[in-house]
């Protein structure tokens, strides 16, 4: 039976067993014994500290008074929440406002 896994040439050589010895190996190196360690010096924790720098607020880049009707546009726009279900994963249901224009103030 071992012969018909070796090969279709009839060459048995690759199912012969090693019979030569492994290699020797070297002794593993011995190593001294760790030194005894002083336990770790405490420390205080700093008692005092310095509070942050005062500093002044920003001034804004513009005047905060503007006109906000120059916002907008000239257009109507309408705006409908519809809620949507997703029934591909867990039943969630997704709320969405669909913005739209709104013709001639319709």
Known sequence: ???????SDGDTAA???ATEAPAATEAPVVTAAPADTAAPV??????DTAAPAATDPPEPDQDPDLDLDLAYGDYEVGVQTITITDTSGGDRDL??????PLIDGA
């Open 1 to 7: 039976m071992a012969a018909s896994c070796a090969g």
């Open 95 to 100: 709320t969405v406002d669909v913005w739209f």
């Open 15 to 17: 199912t012969t067993p």
């Open 42 to 47: 405490a420390t205080d924790a700093p008692t």
